[in-house]
């Protein structure tokens, strides 16, 4: 099960926009693209997790609050975005 931690939480405008990737941006709903800043290797339990730190950015440039993602096994690229 992925563990999301969101550290910052933007309103999303008028409700057309209900997933963490979206947001209003000239009266239209727009997903973001996804930045990942970082992935990192990790044990929990003696299991392999990959932590993904990312944010979204908009045509707008404005961005999300850092958003990390635990998910067992390991990253695919570790250290780079």
Do not use: H
Not at 55 to 76: F, H, Q, V, Y
């Amino acid at each position: 099960m992925p563990v999301l931690v969101l550290l910052y939480e933007e309103p999303r405008g008028d409700g057309s926009c209900t997933q963490e990737y979206q947001r209003m941006v000239n009266g239209v709903c727009e997903s973001g693209k996804k930045e990942v800043i970082s992935r990192v290797n990790f044990k929990k339990n003696g299991l392999d997790y990959c932590r993904t730190t990312y944010r979204w950015k908009w045509s707008d440039n404005a961005t999300s609050g850092m958003i990390i993602e635990e998910l067992p096994g390991m990253c695919t690229n570790p250290n780079e975005p």
